[in-house]
């Protein structure tokens, strides 16, 4: 079993910036893919960024630019720094990790842009 925590959430004004975290804890073999999502009440999770065991990263489109996902292999942690927040990105932010046969997921933490 694999364990994911976030935090670094927070309720920030527009134009803010927050880092959350997401440290990974467990059966951790080698190093996996590791991604961000998001999601709104009633809306479906999103993908917001991912990485990839060779540090290679994909955004959706709306937060390329302002968001940036890294790691750090050593401590099986993953960042996510978030520039220029818009109240549009108030949602709960979620990490997880792919590991051969099985997704995990965290608890998520909070993010909510004021305007």
């Known amino acids: 079993q694999v364990q994911l925590v976030e935090s670094g959430g927070g309720l920030v004004q527009a134009g803010g910036s927050l880092r959350l975290s997401c440290a990974a804890s467990?059966?951790?073999?080698?190093?996996?893919?590791m991604g961000w999502y998001r999601q709104v009440q009633g809306k479906q999770r999103e993908l917001v960024a991912r990485?990839?065991?060779?540090?290679?990263?994909t955004y959706r489109d709306s937060v390329k630019g302002r968001f940036t996902i890294s790691r750090d292999n050593a401590n099986n942690t993953v960042f996510l720094q978030i520039n220029s927040l818009k109240p549009e990105d108030t949602a709960v932010y979620y990490c997880?990790?792919?590991?051969?046969?099985?997704?995990?997921w965290g608890q998520g933490t909070q993010v909510t842009v004021s305007s």
């Open positions: 997880n990790m792919i590991t051969v046969g099985n997704t995990y």
């Open positions: 467990g059966s951790i073999f080698g190093i996996n893919p």
């Open positions: 990485i990839t065991r060779g540090g290679s990263t």
